[in-house]
């Protein structure tokens, strides 16, 4: 069982870049994948990111790679989006969420089992 809380959303221009926190606190967090996600009104959740329970493998929305880079930190239950280069599309609320098989690339939202609340990133241009 793991709790999520994300944080580190806001305004920023164009251009600009952003880190968001996510932070967990199960005790099984390193058996995890975590995944980033991010969803507009009208719009199915898109996946963003994943990254595997050791972090020794990323995968990016392809539109995204480059941009995007995701980390964890198992020592502190915590993973983390950068977000460079954001663009007015990048407009989203931005949810973490874990996924209890720890491997591979998964990219649907029914894949994982938790979810955090979500932090708005808002990109002005």
């Known amino acids: 069982q793991v709790q999520l809380v994300e944080s580190g959303g806001g305004l920023v221009q164009a251009g600009g870049s952003l880190r968001l926190s996510c932070a967990a606190d199960g005790r099984t967090f390193s058996t995890y994948a975590m995944g980033w996600f991010r969803q507009t009104p009208g719009k199915e959740r898109e996946f963003v990111g994943r990254i595997i329970w050791n972090g020794g493998e990323e995968y990016y929305a392809d539109s995204l790679k480059g941009r995007f880079t995701i980390s964890r930190d198992n020592a502190k239950n915590m993973a983390y989006l950068q977000m460079n280069r954001l663009e007015p599309e990048d407009t989203a609320v931005y949810y973490c969420?874990?996924?209890?098989?720890?491997?591979?690339?998964?990219?649907?939202?029914?894949?994982?089992?938790?979810w955090g609340q979500g932090t708005q990133v808002t990109v002005s241009s």
């Open positions: 969420a874990a996924d209890k098989v720890p491997t591979t690339r998964r990219s649907r939202p029914e894949n994982y089992d938790y």
